[in-house]
């Protein structure tokens, strides 16, 4: 007992001796409980209809009502199709351009050249969001924007792009890649770099071509940052950058534009529809984090590769 | 060792497609932006019609005087640069006071918070709850509501305390732990002047989020005279509002529309070289935050 209680003295001791770095700690702490977990703890209002009066605790339970509403409506087809697609298509299209831009750079062997697609790749991913959506509506429109000119002198009609569902995908997963692509090469690259050079020698005095090197040399070592970002990004699947879409969004290409995320805004916000709002974006939370789980897990067994 | 020609050929031929490979890119990425550019020095009739295809047709600054001249332009900048200074310095000292502490092996409970905020990188309350308890705690239409629910971004917080574990011996903070260096000593004599590559990229990092930042802004302000860059932007670019001053007096209505297409291009100009100036001073030290930040706690 009394040895207890020495053992728990002795840990009282270590943790006021170090009371500064507790004092340190109190505000970025605080600001976690309350920006963090306090959504969190508002969660609850999924399940509740939601009086600001009453508050996240005091309002009425509903149970699962607000989500019932939400599978029964006839948009949650539509929009969970659009997330999901839109998800989908940027990890099959643009996951792979960094690391085909890597190995590019890695290839070259004029220093200049290299340093120049590097620094120039990067640019982009500094421009806002805001003024890339202006350069697209800008180049994309239909009198005097420069890909319909171009259209125009190859004798074809200018297509209004933004305001086409079908031709959506394609112009936000493009100028996405155009916009990140440098950017999110860089880990490659100094994964890329820290390869063992030993291992190409060795690689070439077999007889292996640049492009076998690549392929079993270079590619099998970036292949667990490949299996890291890759989690990461299933860890984003249902979020698809949607401070981009709701920028790009118009009523007539709302068909194929509006995804869960922007939905939430849209009803959360806007209309102050907030316990429903807060069910659809939970269920959104819940299949993200479900895929996190299921894709480290995965990974962890098969690749040996895994967050945690 | 003597190559057969056919081999050197074949490494000659990878070396041309790599190069080809390497110019379709630069002209990709780059053609985008010296268009915007030069369409902004531009005659905006020449720019629609299609004559202007890389370098400026009948040069003049009009649009750049036409953004001088507007009020709403210049408040968004003001706003901007308030956000972002304020922004980023709450940023980094919030960060370090965490990063620091969480660095230290001898702080008991250290795993346990570690989790807890490696956690909410992976799980949010989303942003209605986020908006909610923003409002509640009165917020709304305010400066802070620009400064203070972003304050921590954790990756950085994680990047931060990586290097601090990595790249400072932990026996020169032992040793001057010995000579009685308090904490908060040890951090500012000690840690932070050997942090400097870390704190500018940090400090990149934070200000460029600030700086472009706009869906804060679209939620929690009301109030147009607090509007930052990007939401002025936005009406101007995307919802076709060119307010403030009135450019009707002196032009047609035809030339009104044209100058706002210039007016457009000027923009994206001017809200863009801020940034772009900003990063090639901190530039070298990318790689360093991006790869430490690929680690984890």
């Known amino acids: 007992m009394s040895n207890a209680t020495a053992k728990r003295k002795k840990a009282l ?6 009371f500064d770095l507790y004092l340190m700690l109190l505000l970025p702490i605080s600001w976690y409980v309350i920006f963090q977990y306090g959504p969190m703890y508002g969660l609850q209002i999924a399940f509740k209809d939601y009086n600001p ?7 009425e339970w509903v149970g699962l009502e607000n989500f019932t509403r939400f599978f029964s409506s006839y948009y949650f087809g539509r929009l969970l199709w659009n997330t999901l697609s839109i998800s989908l298509l940027s990890l099959l299209i643009a996951f792979p351009i960094p690391i085909f831009l890597a190995l590019l750079i890695n290839e070259i062997k004029n220093l200049n050249l290299k340093k120049t697609l590097q620094n120039v790749t990067y640019i982009p991913h500094f421009i806002s969001l805001v003024v890339i959506v202006g350069m697209l509506d800008l180049f994309l429109s239909p009198d005097g924007g420069f890909i319909n000119i171009i259209l125009n002198s190859l004798g074809i009609e200018s297509i209004p792009f933004l305001e086409k569902p079908e031709w959506f995908k394609t112009i936000f997963i493009g100028s996405n890649i155009w916009q990140n692509m440098g950017w999110q090469s860089i880990i490659y690259v100094a994964a890329l770099s820290g390869i063992d050079h030993q291992l190409y020698e060795a690689a070439k005095i077999d007889g292996a071509s640049r492009l076998q090197r690549i392929i079993h040399v270079s590619l099998p070592g970036i292949f667990p940052v490949i299996i890291i970002l890759l989690i990461l990004d299933i860890g984003q699947f249902m979020n698809v950058g949607f401070e981009k879409i709701l920028l790009m969004q118009n009523n007539l290409n709302l068909e194929s534009s509006e995804v869960i995320q922007t939905f939430v805004y849209r009803n959360g916000i806007l209309n102050g529809d907030y316990s429903y709002s807060t069910a659809i974006g939970l269920f959104n939370s819940i299949i993200n984090f479900a895929l996190l789980l299921l894709i480290n897990r995965y990974a962890r067994k098969k690749a040996e590769t895994s967050l945690w | 060792m003597i190559q057969s020609s056919s081999k050197i050929s074949d490494g000659k031929m990878f070396d041309i497609v790599v190069v080809l490979i390497s110019a379709v890119i630069l002209v990709i990425v780059l053609y985008p932006l010296l268009f915007v550019l030069s369409a902004s020095f531009s005659d905006p009739a020449k720019v629609m019609n299609g004559e202007m295809w890389l370098f400026p047709v009948d040069f003049n600054l009009d649009a750049y005087a036409e953004i001088f001249k507007n009020n709403e332009i210049w408040i968004g900048y003001r706003n901007t640069i308030i956000y972002t200074t304020l922004g980023t310095i709450i940023n980094i000292g919030l960060t370090t006071l965490a990063a620091y502490p969480l660095s230290r092996r001898d702080l008991p409970g250290r795993n346990l918070m570690m989790f807890m905020i490696t956690f909410t990188m992976f799980f949010h309350g989303g942003l209605i709850p986020t908006y909610l308890i923003v409002q509640n705690l009165g917020m709304i239409d305010t400066i802070w509501a620009m400064v203070i629910p972003n304050a921590i971004a954790t990756y950085n917080l994680i990047v931060m305390r990586t290097y601090f574990q990595t790249s400072i011996p932990w026996e020169l903070q032992e040793a001057a732990m010995i000579d009685g260096c308090s904490n908060i000593k040890l951090l500012f004599k000690i840690i932070l002047p050997l942090s400097k590559p870390i704190i500018a ?23 147009d005279a607090l509007y930052p860059l990007q939401l002025i932007l936005r009406q101007i670019l995307l919802v076709n509002q060119l307010g403030g001053t009135d450019a009707a007096g002196q032009f047609g209505m035809d030339e009104k529309i044209l100058l706002g297409q210039s007016v457009k291009y000027a923009l994206v100009v001017v809200a863009s070289v801020p940034v772009l100036i900003m990063y090639p001073f901190v530039q070298k030290h990318f790689v360093k935050g991006v790869m430490i930040g690929s680690i984890k706690g």
């Not at chain 1, 001791?13 to 170090?18: A, E, G, V, W």
């Not at chain 1, 009066?53 to 309002?59: A, H, T, V």
């Not at chain 2, 940090?202 to 939620?219: E, G, P, Q, R, S």
Request: hydrophobic letters at 60%; zero cysteines; glycine letters at 6%.
């Open chain 1, 13 to 18: 001791k270590r943790i006021l001796s170090r």
């Open chain 1, 53 to 59: 009066i009453q508050g996240f605790i005091g309002s």
């Open chain 2, 201 to 223: 990229v940090l400090v990149l990092f934070y200000a460029v989020a600030h700086w472009n930042a706009f869906f804060n802004a679209l939620i929690y302000l009301r109030d």
